[in-house]
């Protein structure tokens, strides 16, 4: 028997030898016995033996059998003992062992092949029961700790069962939900996967708007023995999930966006650049040389005229220098003739001339060609770093390192300045911002360490091997 313990019967009987015989023949069949010889004893035991049977004789001195057999069974704690009802021939004993709740009844004098098969028979009836309970448990408690809706409908499309999550989401409205149609709920329609799969008879899915929340609706029909019983119908609630979506998108059109801006920026400083530098400078030269050329055909006499001309050609000059710085700053020329590290050079002393802050700039092992839009990036990442530098920090250096290491392109601009909080959104400008979309473009990663008198550094790193 289960488990290799011997199984516990009591025997209750009040003639002692009827209760000897039937004592040794279940010993003999394997079980472990306890005695008891009135109604009183009978139902003591039952709670401190615990028995898995009880073989009960119908006439005992105190209480009846059937009242005892009641009194186990009404009792929580006795109610899942088997009680084996015993009686001398009588038409009344059937029928009174059955009221009283008998699991099952035998004539005196009893057979005991009979009484331990019959006892065998009732034992594995209970396993099985209390492992079918147990199974019930099990599922009903996998059943509602599923975090989507469930329910379990029959084929005409009413709910037998549903879930906690399910009672949740629907069932203030539906009232009690077992017993609706599903249709009290969900109107039934062609993007009801439930209408189509009772009707397919195939699983079915799809995207539904559920009382303003999004589901992931599926269906799978549950095949029976003469066709399709009904379906499992699992509602998962992805409105949460559709708005992470729709703000990837609208986040990925945002990028987009902005990677054109940028490009069309650069192109339009680009034509600007050239306009200036080809046309007006040019333009701009030769005005020079005309007054230059006037100046020299003065006579002599024309002393104070000439001095007049000498000032025009060195505005003119000026303005073509303005010009040429102006056309250098909007777009550097010199980045795509002479390479990162020279534009970059030529930046900084550029800088240090215009504002006497020293600049210290160091370039190591950079690889022969870098691909124009990294290097426009990494260009225009360090001007608006240096530019915030001499802007804001009030350092007195600023020192820049351009190199390639570990199989990337990085480049450093520290201060050593009184730094800024960067996690205040109460600063204004687009410099930083535009770094970091920069940077993104190029599938960079840039860095930021400052704090409030910590100076400020900007690392930006590229890999090489995307170059
Ligand atoms: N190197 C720096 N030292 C001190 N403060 C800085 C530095 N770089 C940036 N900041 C601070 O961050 C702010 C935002 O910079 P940025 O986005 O480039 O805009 P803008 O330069 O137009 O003000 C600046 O106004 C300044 O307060
Ligand atoms: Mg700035």
Same mark, same amino acid.
């Given at each position: 028997?289960?488990?290799?313990?011997?199984?516990?019967? #009591?025997?209750?009987?009040?003639?002692?030898?009827?209760?000897?015989?039937?004592?040794?023949?279940?010993?003999?069949?394997?079980?472990?016995?306890?005695?008891?010889?009135?109604?009183?004893?009978?139902?003591?035991?039952?709670?401190?033996?615990?028995?898995?049977?009880?073989?009960?004789?119908?006439?005992?001195?105190?209480?009846?059998?059937?009242?005892?057999?009641?009194?186990?069974?009404?009792?929580?704690?006795?109610?899942?003992?088997?009680?084996?009802?015993?009686?001398?021939?009588?038409?009344?004993?059937?029928?009174?062992?059955?009221?009283?709740?008998?699991? +099952?009844?035998?004539?005196?004098?009893?057979?005991?092949? /009979?009484?331990?098969?019959?006892?065998?028979?009732?034992?594995?009836?209970?396993?099985?029961e209390e492992k079918a309970q147990s199974m019930a448990c099990d599922w009903e408690a996998t059943f509602n700790s599923v975090h989507d809706a469930v329910a379990l409908v029959d084929a005409g499309g009413k709910i037998r069962r549903c879930n906690e999550k399910f009672?949740?989401?629907?069932?203030e409205a539906a009232g009690v939900l077992p017993g609706r149609h599903y249709q009290d709920i969900v109107p039934a329609c062609q993007q009801n996967p439930l209408t189509r799969a009772l009707r397919t008879k195939a699983h079915e899915t799809s995207r539904q708007l559920?009382?303003?929340?999004?589901?992931? /609706?599926?269906?799978?029909?549950?095949?029976?023995?003469?066709?399709?019983?009904?379906?499992?119908?699992?509602?998962?609630?992805?409105?949460?999930?559709?708005?992470?979506?729709? #703000?990837?998108?609208?986040?990925?059109?945002?990028?987009?966006?902005? +990677?054109?801006?940028?490009?069309?920026?650069?192109?339009?400083?680009?034509?600007?650049?050239?306009?200036?530098?080809?046309?007006?400078?040019?333009?701009?030269?030769?005005?020079?040389?005309?007054?230059?050329?006037?100046?020299?055909?003065?006579?002599?006499?024309?002393?104070?005229?000439?001095?007049?001309?000498q000032s025009l050609r060195r505005r003119a000059e000026e303005i073509s220098d303005d010009v040429r710085r102006t056309a250098y700053q909007l777009h550097p020329s010199i980045l795509e003739h002479l390479g990162l590290g020279v534009a970059l050079r030529s930046y900084?002393?550029?800088?240090?001339?215009?504002?006497?802050?020293?600049?210290?700039?160091?370039?190591?092992?950079?690889?022969?060609?870098?691909?124009?839009?990294?290097?426009?990036?990494?260009?225009?990442?360090?001007?608006?770093?240096?530019?915030?530098?001499?802007?804001?920090?009030?350092?007195?250096?600023?020192?820049?390192?351009?190199?390639?290491?570990?199989?990337?392109?990085?480049?450093?601009?520290?201060?050593?300045?009184?730094?800024?909080?960067?996690?205040?959104?109460?600063?204004?400008?687009?410099?930083?911002?535009?770094? +970091?979309?920069?940077?993104?473009?190029?599938?960079?990663?840039?860095?930021?360490?400052?704090?409030?008198?910590?100076? +400020?550094?900007?690392?930006?790193?590229?890999?090489?091997?995307?170059?």
């Amino acid at each position: 028997m289960s488990g290799g313990v011997e199984p516990v019967v #009591l025997v209750v009987d009040d003639t002692q030898a009827s209760r000897y015989v039937t004592s040794c023949a279940l010993r003999q069949a394997g079980f472990q016995v306890r005695e008891a010889a009135t109604g009183t004893e009978a139902l003591a035991q039952a709670k401190t033996d615990r028995p898995e049977a009880v073989i009960l004789d119908a006439n005992l001195p105190d209480i009846s059998g059937v009242q005892v057999c009641r009194q186990i069974k009404a009792d929580p704690e006795t109610a899942s003992i088997a009680v084996l009802h015993v009686s001398a021939a009588c038409a009344a004993v059937p029928a009174a062992g059955a009221e009283g709740g008998a699991d +099952a009844y035998l004539v005196a004098p009893v057979d005991h092949t /009979a009484l331990t098969a019959i006892l065998k028979a009732l034992l594995r009836a209970r396993e099985a029961e209390e492992k079918a309970q147990s199974m019930a448990c099990d599922w009903e408690a996998t059943f509602n700790s599923v975090h989507d809706a469930v329910a379990l409908v029959d084929a005409g499309g009413k709910i037998r069962r549903c879930n906690e999550k399910f009672k949740l989401i629907f069932g203030e409205a539906a009232g009690v939900l077992p017993g609706r149609h599903y249709q009290d709920i969900v109107p039934a329609c062609q993007q009801n996967p439930l209408t189509r799969a009772l009707r397919t008879k195939a699983h079915e899915t799809s995207r539904q708007l559920i009382r303003d929340r999004w589901f992931r /609706a599926s269906a799978h029909p549950i095949a029976g023995g003469n066709g399709i019983t009904g379906a499992v119908w699992i509602l998962c609630d992805i409105t949460d999930l559709r708005h992470a979506e729709e #703000l990837r998108h609208r986040d990925e059109r945002l990028g987009a966006l902005t +990677a054109a801006l940028i490009t069309a920026q650069e192109e339009e400083r680009r034509r600007l650049s050239r306009e200036l530098h080809d046309s007006l400078n040019q333009k701009l030269c030769m005005l020079a040389v005309g007054v230059e050329q006037l100046e020299q055909e003065l006579p002599d006499s024309a002393a104070a005229i000439r001095k007049e001309l000498q000032s025009l050609r060195r505005r003119a000059e000026e303005i073509s220098d303005d010009v040429r710085r102006t056309a250098y700053q909007l777009h550097p020329s010199i980045l795509e003739h002479l390479g990162l590290g020279v534009a970059l050079r030529s930046y900084c002393e550029e800088v240090q001339k215009r504002t006497g802050i020293k600049i210290r700039f160091r370039q190591r092992g950079l690889p022969d060609s870098i691909p124009q839009d990294v290097a426009l990036c990494f260009y225009r990442v360090a001007q608006e770093a240096i530019q915030n530098a001499a802007k804001h920090s009030g350092a007195q250096m600023i020192v820049i390192s351009l190199r390639s290491a570990g199989g990337s392109l990085r480049l450093t601009v520290a201060d050593s300045g009184k730094g800024f909080d960067p996690g205040d959104k109460s600063r204004q400008g687009l410099g930083l911002i535009s770094m +970091a979309e920069r940077v993104r473009l190029v599938n960079g990663a840039l860095v930021v360490k400052t704090g409030p008198g910590e100076g +400020a550094r900007i690392d930006l790193r590229v890999s090489l091997q995307r170059i």
